[in-house]
Each structure stands twice: as C-alpha cells, then as structure tokens.
C-alpha cells in the first residue's frame, strides 16, 4: 500500500497543478496516472490561453464574454474569480518557463478567439497545451512530487462519509494496490469517447467522473456537451478555432459563406454552438457536399502565413486526411470535443464528498455553463487545478489515518478476475462502439425528445448486456483489456447521465439544443443540473446559478 | 472527402508476452484498407477485430501524445503519423517491431525508463539565481528575435523514435541519446535560464561529443525537431564558452584548422591535436597497421589543387552571421 497525504489522479494540467500546490504546501503528494504525464490530453490543445493582459482589454470584459457565453448558466461569482485570477496565473507559467509568443514590444503576444470582444489568447504558435504542459512538468521537477505512471484507477474508497484513497491497477504487471490519502483530487479529464467522432484522446474516458459518482458525488449540467465545428471528417482529428481567428472562412457545397446568415456581426468568430449548429444546418438541408460535410478555407491566408502561424493544423491535414490546406480546403465537420458537466464542485474544487476535490474538465464549476469559449478550459485546469491542490492540502493534516485496506483491493480484483474468467459475452471494444453509435445517433448537436427516450432506452439494454463484460485476455502484462473494460463501464454510466439530463432539460441554451424546445428558458430552466448515482439510473436535481451582476440577455453574435 | 480503392495489405506485427511463456515471433494479419490509413488505426483494428491481445501504446491519435512511437518497416516513427499506402508500396507489406534501444514489456510496449532517465538527468527545468529573480506580476520581456532561438523546441512530444534510431545510444548507454540534448539546447538558449554555461559544462565529458552526426535521429523524428543540428549548436556553443578543452572538440577544432591549411586531413596532425604527445602512444599500433597499407601517410601533407577557394569558404563563413546568411 502507499500512501501520501495528497493524491491526485491524472496528471495533465489541472492534475500537475493541483500537485504542485499541494506539494508547496508541504504535503506528501502522490499522482497517479493511466499514461504518461507528458502524453496526457492537455498537450492537445491547440489555441490558446485566454487572460487580460492587454492594455485595451480587461478583467470585466473577460468576465462578461465568459458569462454571455454560459449562455447565463456559468455561477458569476465563480467567473470573477476565474477571469480575476488569469493574469496571474498565465504570469506564473511564464515564470515556470513556457514559452509563449511575444508581440514585438517583447510582451505576450494574443490573438482573437471566437466569442471575445478583444484579443485575448495567449498563445504558443498552435501548440499551447503542449507549451504549457511541458512547462509545468518540468517545473514540478523542483518539488517532491511522486509519480505513478500506467495505473488505471479502479476505486475510491470511502469509509462512512470518510475518503481513504483509491484502488488502482498497473499495467505493467497487472498488480491491484490501495494508494491511502484522506485528500483526493480527480483531474481525470474528460469522457469525450462516448461519441465517436470527437476530438478526444482515446484515453478520454471520464475514469475520475465515473468513480466518483458510484461513489456519490455529484455530477452537474452533464448534458452539455460542446461540437467543436471544426473537426477532420477523417477520425474527428481537431483544426484549432485559431484557424478561423488567423482569418479562416467556412464555405457550403455552392461555395457560399453561410456564416454570414447565422452571425452577420462576426461570422466565422461566433461562439462554438452557434458555428457547430450552423454547418450541421447547411448539411442537414442539402447545402454541404457530397457526403455530409462543409470545407475550411485557408488557401487565401498565404503559405507564410500558414505554415507559420498554423503548422500544426498543416502537418495534420497533410498526414491525416492527405490535404494541403495551403492549395485546397479542409473538409471538416462538427465532433464532440469538451463536456462542460462534471464532478460538481465549488471555486475551491470541493465536492459534496469531504475530502474529495476535482478540477479541470472533469470538474463543473461551473465556468462554462451550457457553453464553454475557446481558450477558457486550459485556463480553468490551471486555476482550478491550483485551487484543489490547495484546499486538498489544507484538508489533509485535519483527518489523519486514512487508509485503504486489503478487502478493498480484493473487492476489485475480484471483480477484474471475474471478467477474466468468463467465457462468454461480449468483449469491450464492441461494446463500446456500440455506446458510440447510440450517442452519434440519438444524442448529437439537435436533440428531441425521441431520440433521447430511445436512447435512455438502448442505453439499458448496453447495460444489461455489459454485466456480462468479459476480458478476452488472460495476461497480467500490459492487458490493454481490463483498461478498455474499466473505460467502456465508465463510459456507459456517464452516457446516462448525458441524456437523462438532456432529456429532462426542456428547453434550448448554448450547446443543448432540443427541436422540440428551441427556446432558452430561464423561468423554468435558469438550473444547474445535478446527477446522483442510483444503481437503476440516475437521480436528477436541481440546484440554483449563482448570480452577481449580470442579467441574462439574448445571445446574439 | 478523399477516397479511392482499398488495398489487401499484410502485417506482420511482434508478438511477445513474458506471461505465457512463449518465444517472441510475428504474427500476420490481413486487412483491406484505404492508402491513407494510419498505421495506427490499421493496429487498432487488428485489436478490435482480429486480436484484442495485442498491446501498445496509444492515446491522441494526431501525433501530439508521443506515445505510439515503434518501428514501422524498420523505421522509427509514430504509428498514427504514417500512412499505410506509401508502406505498402515500397515494402508490399507493413512490418511492425517495437522500438529499439529499450527493453520490450511485451508486443510494441517498451520500458522507455532509460530514455527519461536521460532526460530528467539534463535538469529540464528553468535554474533561476535567487540574485535576479522573475519580474514580479508580470511576464519576463522577451523579443520575437530571442522567442525566435528555441520557439520551435516545445514540438517535442517525447515520443522516444530519435532514442530509438541512435546508433551512439546503441554502442555507449552514457550518451544522453538526441532528445535529452534537443531539450538541454531549449534551457541553454532560454534567456531566463541562469546556469547555461554550467549547462554546457557539464554535459561535455562522455556526454556531447559521442554524438556520431549521423542525423538519424533528425529523420526518424516526426515533429521535425533536428535534434542533430541542436546538438551541432551545443557543440559549438560549448566550444566558444569554453574552447577545445574535450578529446571530441579537439577532434573537431583540429579537424577544421587541417582542411584550413591544405584542404585535405594530416592524420598524424590530427591525432596530435587530439589526444596531445602522450596520447598518440597509444594510437601507435593503429598508426603502424595504416602505414602499412597506406604508406603515403607519412609523406608531408601538401596542400591540394585549389586550396585558395577552401580558404575562400572558410572567410566567408568567418563573415556570415550565426544564422548562416
């Protein structure tokens, strides 16, 4: 068994962040991750990091852009706090050593970002996930942190009220072991491969989410689910929203620019929804091309302009969909790429389980509220990745003798040997595009009440028929099996709770749009939903939006 | 929407698995598949089709996670990053081994520890001097032109493909390997850093120099990093600060001043200015086995035809700013 005061599982930004703080508070910190830090999810972002800092810009704007974005369902007092906290923040990994780019009076160099009223995304070329994430690796370097790589969390272990730890599996030698803390943060990421055309690793499979809420922590606003609108048709790989701020247009089958009829102030720059919803409308009434899609177009930004300031977006085109986007468009399509619900929690990171924190997409604040802006969800793993590991901290020394015991380790085991023994049933990467296909179909950008109900409803036959789940591999090394199993078990449960919430959630606001509600409600709905795990399927509900000064306005772009 | 006609293409993929006991050997699977498929979604089809047994690493699945580095066709590259079609072309089949130079865990899942250890052992973090510390609240200043030294060195995602390809990580284990050297060029040049001259100094002994310039490790590396030309950097950087004090920069400051002077090398020059007087006794068995099949070595070096337009490149390379133009 090890132990730690602090344990935190996954190790991206919010993850290693969290870490960092706790471990500078002088607690014993322990993070566990299913890869390697460096290969976590955070690397993949492309865009950007939004923060204040320019001289025209300011706090308030970042503020009212981030709550107008919500679509009024973000807590204001957590907004403040978050866009109050930016500078500092983007400041503290500058000092850690990211390399950001400069503007040519030696300052951090921003760039406008859809839905924002200035230019205000700190950038590293398009691979600022990549900058940052290595940064704050390698700064965690100068703390005592231990690191886990390869386990798979399994577990948490609670006792009467109390958090003992976490049981985990190791794929290198297939051994299950107790890792005993009385503080837990989840930075687990986020659960984008339920829907198979996302953006998402293939590692995003909510194990952080999923645990906790068997466990009884609440989940909130699940049924948000962000389409990035740009995504390669080819394995739903993502063309950065920097594309469009660089001055990338998006064209129909006729060759038009349609954006301009569904955002005549600031077409292509429109919120996320709003452009996601727009191409599926061009498709869905026969103006995309052949096939079901729209195209990206960059060819008239010039091969400097793109090879410089958008080389990552080139070297993906050209290696994965074989397209240049320098002569030719970029056939793209929404995907699933951010959950804006998760693990509730408060600006602190605390749950309604003591002891256990969250942050990152993992985590609800809730920031985004039914729709999450470009280039606030890197700045969210950092500042409430930071606030956790501090609260985690604080925490700890006040319940000391947590500990997690060997019939917890055993409880998992044998149900992980039980999967190994069978014989019969199905095996979990079918199950698991099955999960996919019920998503893609039922539970995409439009949604009604149909296809939700027939979703709820082949979703309980996918979990009847995975109590049989069966690992087709009786190996203790590196059985990618029992990971995938673990994965597609979590996966189901959280789809769940995606469209139990979208299903009861009758009204339209920012990425959940019903046919049959295509109204924003707020005398009924102005209500963060609330998810609590009941073995025949969740409960459902409702808790009030924290508001400050802002009153909800129509949303217009 | 690309398309075109699917090609029947066999793999022939490592297979090993320390738990049953079993020797490692290839196993072939057959799959029809589109000229642009990814090597990867090839391997995860073989997974969810085939054989569900077969391991490796993988996550993002567009060559930003590092983590689906192996040999394809016995080149190290990111599986995910490399298209079936050409593969199959050049070879008419795809075969598949893990990586080189780390120990297998089983199929194309390797114990990449020696890798990290090189790089943790570079110190890849910001030393700062309590003296000068970071501007308070605010960013540090830096201009597009310093950015512009080391902008491109995050492009590393640590895949391991250059420790994989390097023949000097073969033959010496105390060589730091590519990447460790790509990533101390990032802490050398960057202007916050305050223990770069340190830096350079203590990677020199057995560490810089092993280096053979082979530049496999700038082609097998899919993000374009050249961490060849980085370690030609630090060479260059580690003789200016602190001139031809290692056996390998001598080699190379004594190699330059020979072509310099004639054109052509001065064997026993060279290994004079490289190992000293007292050195070259224990190359004299070597230097008798060459004067026997080549006795012209001992003849006193003349400078060859055209030796003024050799010095003519070496002036305007004296000329030249350090960028080259």
Not at chain 1, 81 to 106: L, Q
Not at chain 1, 524 to 530: C, E, L
Request: hydrophobic share 40%.
């Amino acid at each position: 068994m090890r132990k730690h005061d602090v344990l935190v599982i996954g190790a991206g930004l919010a993850g290693q962040r969290a870490a960092l703080a706790a471990a500078q508070a002088g607690r014993s910190v322990g993070i566990l991750t299913k890869l390697h830090p460096l290969r976590s999810h955070s690397g993949a972002a492309q865009g950007g990091i939004n923060a204040a800092v320019g001289a025209q810009d300011s706090v308030e704007t970042h503020i009212y852009d981030t709550v107008k974005g919500s679509d009024y369902l973000g807590d204001q007092d957590a907004i403040e706090f978050f866009c109050t906290e930016a500078p500092k923040i983007v400041v503290e990994m500058e000092h850690f050593g990211t390399i950001f780019s400069r503007a040519e009076d030696g300052s951090l160099a921003a760039r406008p970002f859809g839905g924002a009223g200035f230019p205000r995304t700190i950038y590293a070329a398009d691979r600022t996930g990549l900058a940052l994430l290595q940064a704050l690796y390698e700064h965690l370097g100068s703390v005592d942190v231990t690191v886990y790589e390869e386990w798979d969390l399994v577990d948490l272990v609670l006792r009467g009220s109390r958090v003992q730890g976490v049981v985990a599996y190791h794929r290198r030698t297939g051994e299950l072991d107790g890792f005993s803390a009385p503080a837990v943060v989840f930075a687990t990421g986020p659960f984008g491969r339920m829907y198979s055309r996302t953006t998402n690793s293939h590692s995003s499979t909510g194990d952080g989410v999923a645990v906790a809420y068997r466990a009884g922590a609440w989940l909130k606003d699940m049924e948000f689910v962000q389409f990035h609108p740009t995504a390669l048709i080819e394995d739903g790989i993502l063309i950065t929203e920097g594309a469009r701020g660089e001055g990338g247009i998006l064209k129909n089958g006729r060759g038009e620019r349609f954006m301009s009829k569904y955002a005549p102030h600031v077409h292509e720059l429109a919120s996320r929804d709003v452009v996601s919803r727009a191409i599926y409308t061009e498709v869905l009434e026969g103006r995309g091309f052949p096939g079901g899609y729209v195209h990206l177009e960059l060819m008239h930004l010039g091969k400097e302009k793109i090879e410089s300031r958008l080389q990552e977006i080139c070297d993906f085109c050209r290696n994965f969909a074989g397209i240049d986007p320098v002569t030719e468009p970029i056939p793209i399509m929404p995907g699933q790429h951010y959950m804006m619900g998760g693990i509730s929690t408060n600006l602190r990171g605390e749950t309604n389980i003591a002891g256990l924190y969250a942050a990152g997409e993992a985590a609800c604040v809730s920031i985004h509220g039914a729709n999450r802006l470009g280039g606030n969800s890197l700045l969210e793993t950092l500042v409430f990745g930071k606030q956790a590991g501090i609260a985690a901290a604080a925490f700890a020394p006040t319940v000391p003798g947590a500990e997690v015991l060997p019939e917890d380790v055993r409880a998992a085991k044998d149900r992980i040997e039980g999967m190994k023994r069978r014989t019969e049933g199905p095996t979990p990467l079918p199950l698991r595009a099955e999960l996919q296909k019920i998503m893609e179909e039922d539970v995409g950008i439009y949604r009604t009440a149909e296809e939700l109900t027939r979703a709820l409803g082949r979703l309980a036959e996918l979990k009847v028929k995975s109590r049989d789940l069966r690992i087709p591999d009786p190996s203790h090394v590196f059985n990618l099996n029992v990971t995938d199993a673990l994965e597609t078990l979590h996966l189901i449960d959280l789809a769940e709770v995606v469209v139990a919430g979208a299903l009861a959630r009758t009204e339209s606001r920012g990425a959940h749009a019903r046919r049959d509600y295509p109204k924003r409600d707020d005398a009924n709905w102005m209500k963060h939903t609330i998810a609590s795990y009941r073995p025949e399927g969740p409960q459902l509900s409702y808790a009030p939006v924290a508001y400050t000064r802002w009153e909800p306005k129509e949303r217009v772009y | 929407m690309p398309t075109g006609e699917l090609l029947t293409i066999p793999f022939d993929v490592y297979r090993y698995d320390p738990a049953d006991g079993s020797t490692p050997r290839y196993a072939r699977y057959t799959l029809e598949l589109a000229p642009h498929t990814p090597v990867l979604t090839a391997l995860l089809r073989i997974r969810s089709e085939i054989d569900p047994s077969l391991a490796l690493r993988y996550s993002c699945r567009s060559a930003i996670c590092g983590s689906c580095a192996m040999l394809v066709n016995s080149k190290s590259r990111l599986a995910c990053q490399t298209q079936v079609g050409p593969e199959f072309a050049e070879h008419g089949r795809i075969v598949i081994d893990p990586m080189s130079n780390q120990p297998v865990i089983r199929d194309l899942v390797v114990d990449q520890s020696p890798f990290w250890k090189e790089y943790e052992r570079i110190v890849p973090h910001l030393i700062l001097d309590p003296m000068h510390p970071m501007p308070e609240g605010r960013p540090t200043s830096m201009s597009p032109a310093q950015v512009a030294r080391f902008e491109e060195t995050p492009r590393c995602i640590a895949c391991g493909s250059c420790y994989s390809a390097c023949p000097a990580v073969a033959a010496d284990p105390a060589f730091p390997g590519p990447m460790a050297l790509a990533k101390l060029y990032r802490f050398v040049v960057d202007p916050r850093d305050t223990a770069s001259q340190d830096r350079l100094m203590r990677i020199q002994p057995g560490g810089l120099w092993t280096c053979l310039r082979c530049h496999l490790c700038t082609s097998s590396c899919p993000k374009d990093v050249r961490p060849s030309e980085r370690i030609r950097d630090l060479k260059e950087m580690a003789i200016a600060a602190q001139g031809a004090t290692e056996r390998g920069s001598r080699h190379a400051v004594g190699f330059k001043d020979n072509i310099a002077e004639r054109g052509l090398l001065n064997e026993s020059k060279l290994v004079r200015q490289t190992d000293g007087i007292v050195g070259m006794i224990g190359q004299i068995p070597q230097g008798l086995r060459m004067l026997r099949r080549k006795p012209e070595i001992l003849r006193a070096p003349h400078a060859i035809e055209g030796q003024d337009e050799v010095q003519r490149i070496y002036e305007l390379l004296e000329d030249a700013g350090e960028d080259g133009t």
